[in-house]
């Protein structure tokens, strides 16, 4: 069975973060591939001032020609709210029998009874909540409840099961998010290390501008 891994997020801008999850993930469960999947208009966030074709053309930029790393366009092509239950449908819709793994960073699984019927999203794909290093937000009760009984260790179960299953995974960490290195940006300091060398290339004047609008400059 074909095995899928979604990785969505804002990734303004994208980072090495992400890319080390998205790659940790894709070998720790021998997945296919990972979608690598820049939200549209996020329902739950303000929108960053970025567009969303910008933080498109750098999830493009961090992926280079990296294998099993692919970068989905749907939430940015369609129009209105990504929700990611639509996502979801959509890719179940073209892949009837793959098993699809959504990846949920702590922050997404702490909200995840908020998000656009919640509680139809295990019958399209499996769970794996992916803890985030120096983060604690915790799973929502809401969801733990949902996937009582579903929880299990071994990857082999998600890749054999199209659907429904609960996983969790705790991966080295790496002190870096998009919050970090828009503060850096609006300081003026380098992101180098934190973002793709492509992607920091690439960023013009405006790019920054849009990025750092309300953002604190960095204090560590
Ligand atoms: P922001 O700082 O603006 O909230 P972010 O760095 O969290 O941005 P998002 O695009 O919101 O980036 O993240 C998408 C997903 O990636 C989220 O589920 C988040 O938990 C996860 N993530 C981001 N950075 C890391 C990291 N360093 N390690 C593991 N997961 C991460």
Redesign the pocket.
Known sequence: MTAIGL??????PI?H??L??ALEVRERLALDRVHLIPAGTPPHRQAPGISAQRRLDWVRLACGNERGLVVDDREVRREGRSYTFDTLSGLRAEMPDASLVL??????ANQFHTWHRWQEIPELAHLLF?E??F?HAAPAQQLVALMRGKRVTDPAALRARPAGLFMTAT?P????????V?GLLKARRSVRGLVPQAVIDSFTDEDIDFLTHDEEPAQD
């Open positions: 990785f969505g997020g804002t990734f303004a980072h973060g992400h080390r999850l990846m949920l960073g702590d922050d997404a992916v985030r290093p983060e991966l960490p790496l002190a870096i998010s998009s919050t970090r828009r």
